[in-house]
Every structure is written in structure tokens, then in C-alpha cells.
């Protein structure tokens, strides 16, 4: 795995500017929903509701990936980077650099 502090910070760049465009999105639909009367014959909410979830619980992920790779950081920074947090061996440099953020192996993560 080269370089796992950079590789780190691109993705945080990348999550946080993928929470900027979704919180906007989310913004955009609840506004629109707000502005769009009542109108139970065509029933637009119907639509705006699951849209609104959608992009709410994209942005839920994007927020937890972010937490993820923060608490990334900070195990780089204490040498614990690359350790898995259930059987203490390490995560192999393949899955590590699939899933720069993880915590567990894969015999652990196969586990669950
Ligand atoms: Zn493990």
C-alpha cells in the first residue's frame, strides 16, 4: 500500500464534496416541497418524499464514510493503521487499498 495518508485525504476531499452536493440536493427537494401546493390529484409529494429519503440516506452514508475515514486517520497517526480491531492482525494491503477506511480483515469482516 503506498501512501496511505494521501490516498486518505483525496477520499475525504472527494466524501466532503459529495455531503456539499447532496446536502444541496436535499435542500433543493425539501424547498420544492415547500413551494409545491397540496394537490392530492397528482399527488407530487408522493414522489418528492422518496426522492428526499433517497438523497437523506446517501448523505447518511456519505457522513459515515467520512467518520470512517476521519477515525482512519487517527489510527494512521498512532502507528494502529492497518491492524485489525477485532483479532489484531493485519489487514491485508489488497482490502486496504480496496477499502482504505476499514477496520477488520476479511476473515473478520466474512464473519459478521
Ligand atoms: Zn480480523
Redesign the pocket.
Known sequence: MTDPAGRLAALRTETLDLIEALARRLDGIIESATYTTNDDEHDPDGVTAFERAQVAGLLEQARADLRALDAARERLDNDAYGT??????P?TAERLDALPATT??????D?R
Open positions: 485489525c480491531l477485532r483479532c489484531g492482525r489487514i477488520t480483515c476479511i476473515r473478520c469482516a464473519r
